[in-house]
Nanobody, 121 residues
């Protein structure tokens, strides 16, 4: 069973930085993408950044130039470095894993429990 565990959330002042990390276990999919979503109160969950096993990394327009996503394949983790944080970045951040065994297989979707990021003075 795939499990995702996030860490690194907390309270930070505007303009500050935080790093998030997600550790995955039980993965058995050669084709996969790991990424970060966030959900603010009263808002829908939105994609922040995503990193496929091989391909183009993508970022939401609202975080381009401020956030950096990276993967450590040896440790089976995905990280999110958040710089120049703004109050509107306040949300619960969720680690996401999507994978399949071949291009003909069903894609499976897994989520972490979420970690709170609060940007406030």
């Amino acid at each position: 069973q795939v499990q995702l565990v996030e860490s690194g959330g907390g309270l930070v002042q505007p303009g500050g930085s935080l790093g998030l990390s997600c550790s995955a276990s039980g993965t058995r999919f050669s084709i996969n993408t790991m990424g970060w979503y966030r959900q603010a109160p009263g808002k829908q969950r939105e994609l922040v950044a995503a990193a496929p096993i091989s391909g183009v990394i993508m970022y939401a327009d609202s975080v381009k130039g401020r956030f950096t996503i990276s993967r450590d394949y040896a440790k089976n983790t995905v990280n999110l470095r958040m710089n120049n944080l703004k109050p509107e970045d306040t949300a619960v951040y969720f680690c996401n894993y999507r994978g399949k065994r071949s291009w003909f297989s069903t894609e499976y979707d897994y989520w972490g429990q979420g970690t709170q990021v609060t940007v406030s003075s």
